[in-house]
């Protein structure tokens, strides 16, 4: 389980952004598969998901996920549910302690934010399309909404993939540049004509910024490169392989 300071010193404030090791799981999936929207076994992604709570020392029913769609959808969680009952959306906000909100990601961005005054924390999936469709303006306005202010929000950007594993192809830059000129930043030439080596976690990064807050901080990891420790999209689908298995993050406003 990785952590960050920036989350760390804050009251009442627990994180992790969970690796692969240390489930049970076999295959493609080992080992610790938290995906329940995976072909997993469904019993070995329970027992991973309850080693992961194991970790914080939560019970495994305090985890609430959601049904991951790469939408800019935010729901504001009151109380837990199921993951047969979880909701579609990309990302979850409360100020409920004893909820722990989980992300599953394997190459898109695990984004954590807690404000550090107000006892207000959110979880966000960005991957590409939800992060230039509003994933993180519409959380962020979710979190003000219940009463944070965007400079006591500190953000933390988990495991993701990156720039140098990310190639695009001659369109996927548009909508970007359509947003701000400014995003031509985060594109690099790629060894392919045409191609491009997309920078996800900093476009992440400088949108939160943009977006008031000051105290911003990431995983210097590339999921996509690193498969000892994380699972990855990108890289099964290069492999060749059917599936994939998906990683967790968790914040919690602790009791």
Not at 48 to 59: K, W
Not at 77 to 91: F, I, K, N, Q, S
Not at 144 to 151: D, F, I, M, N, Q
Request: with cysteine; hydrophobic share 45%; net charge neutral.
């Amino acid at each position: 389980m990785i952590t960050l300071s920036a989350l760390n010193e804050i009251i009442r404030i627990r994180h992790g952004f969970f690796t692969r090791e240390g489930g049970v799981s076999q295959g493609i999936y080992a080992s610790l598969n938290c995906g329940p929207g995976s072909a997993d076994d469904p019993a070995a992604v329970a027992e991973n998901r309850s080693r992961a709570m194991a970790m914080m020392d939560l019970p495994v029913q305090a985890l609430v996920t959601v049904h991951q769609a790469h939408t800019a959808e935010v729901v504001t969680v009151t109380e837990a549910w199921t993951p047969a009952g979880r909701p579609t959306a990309d990302a979850m906000v409360t100020t409920v302690p004893g909820l722990a909100l989980g992300i599953l990601t394997a190459d898109c961005a695990p984004v954590l934010l807690a404000d550090r005054k107000n006892g207000i924390i959110a979880a966000a999936h960005a991957g590409w399309k939800g992060a230039v469709g509003g994933i993180l303006e519409n959380t962020v306005a979710r979190m003000v909404e219940l009463g944070a202010k965007p400079k006591n929000i500190v953000g933390a950007i988990g495991p993701c993939i990156g720039q140098r594993s990310y190639e695009v192809g001659p369109d996927f830059p548009a909508p970007f540049l359509a947003e701000s000129a400014d995003n031509a930043d985060f594109f690099a030439p790629s060894r392919r004509d045409g191609h491009h080596l997309f920078d996800l976690p900093g476009y992440v990064s400088r949108k939160l910024a943009r977006l008031g807050l000051v105290d911003v901080t990431r995983v210097p990891a590339d999921t996509c490169r690193d498969g000892a420790r994380f699972f990855s999209y990108r890289r099964a689908t290069l492999a060749g392989e059917k599936d994939y298995g998906r990683q967790l993050s968790v914040i919690v406003l602790e009791r």
